[in-house]
């Protein structure tokens, strides 16, 4: 049994709802990161990378975290080019998931400050290495010097650029349908908001088949759903994961018998011929007595008679 003491601190505390503090989805590295900006001073500038130094969070576990807290909402970032030609990026961290939306409405009320030397490696463009030597102007007359001298009879013919292929028929005959379903995946689950836009047309081939082979839309969608982790484990490639569960087809349930309509005549049942059956190992070395019985009986022959051993005994009457 677990007993819990509470002692309210004197000052500098914050307060977290325990939705943030529970999120299913959100690992401990993602809730110490975004608790400890929180927690932060108002007027902080203090960037996601420094807070992960400070709280001793590898670069992994903090890349991870910093795209779980941008998948469900809680931080949100956007690149702009400030003053001076300076390109700065702009993190907002909020307590409560944001939408994109409210998120831009918000950063543009911010100012855009220009990063000087103690700003965040993060946000200060890096210094660059002059090269060596005096610069040269490029030459004016379009076309590079050439010595007179020179062979150029076997240099090798540049070679002939081909026009890009235009898309091959796969792609004209994946129907609408299934290129509607795969469309609408990201709203199904928030494990497949991130389906790379390039395995668009090949997830709408594996859900053709699908279609084609009798499975309707709401029978693909809950067969998704079923494959995906339902223990709060993050999906990191949902396009593979999709792929994987899309590859085989299974047969399509067949459909029920339509009732006939009222005052139809039904047919008779068609006459059925059952083939032959096996006995079962139970039943296998027994014998129906051939005594005077009401029902068929059974038992199981010691040698070769013909009588169970209530017929064979005169003095005992037969059941």
């Known amino acids: 049994m677990i007993y819990r003491h509470h002692i309210a601190p004197p000052r500098a505390f914050s307060q977290f709802s325990h939705d943030l503090i529970r999120h299913p ?5 993602a ?3 975004l608790t400890w900006q929180l927690s932060l001073p108002d007027g902080a500038r203090e960037s996601l990378s420094r807070t992960a130094e400070r709280a001793r969070i590898g670069a ?6 910093k795209r779980q807290l941008k998948e469900e909402g809680f931080v949100h970032e956007r690149r702009l080019q400030g003053p001076g030609g300076h390109w700065v990026t702009q993190q907002l961290v909020s307590n409560v998931p944001l939408s994109a939306a409210e998120a831009a409405k918000l950063l543009a009320r911010m100012p855009v400050r220009v990063p000087d030397a103690s700003a965040s490696p993060q946000l200060a463009p890096s210094a660059r290495v002059p090269a060596a030597g005096a610069p040269t102007p490029p030459p004016t007359d379009g076309h590079p010097r050439k010595d007179s001298e020179e062979n150029t009879s076997h240099h090798p013919a540049e070679p002939e650029r081909r026009p890009d292929p235009e898309p091959g028929p796969e792609a004209a005959e994946i129907p609408e349908a299934a290129r509607t379903l795969v469309a609408a995946l990201p709203h199904l689950s928030p494990d497949l908001r991130r389906i790379p836009r390039g395995m668009y047309d090949e997830l709408a081939r594996l859900v053709s088949r699908w279609l ?3 499975h309707t839309p709401a029978a693909v969608r809950t067969h998704i759903l079923r494959g995906l982790p339902d223990d709060g484990t993050p999906v990191h490639r949902p ?3 999709l792929r994987y569960l899309l590859r085989d087809v299974p047969h399509a349930p067949a459909a029920p018998a339509p009732a006939p309509a009222p005052g139809a005549p039904t047919a008779p049942p068609a006459a059925r011929h059952p083939g032959p059956t096996r006995p079962s190992s139970r039943l296998a070395g027994l014998r129906e007595c051939e005594g005077d019985h009401v029902q068929a009986t059974l038992f199981r022959p010691v040698a070769e008679e013909t009588l169970c051993r209530a017929c064979s005994r005169p003095s005992l009457p037969c059941p």
Not at 60 to 65: G, I, N, P
């Open 25 to 29: 989805r959100l690992s401990s590295d």
């Open 31 to 33: 809730v110490r990161l």
């Open 212 to 214: 084609a082979a009798g």
């Open 60 to 65: 992994c576990a903090f890349t991870r975290a």
């Open 239 to 241: 396009g593979g994961l």
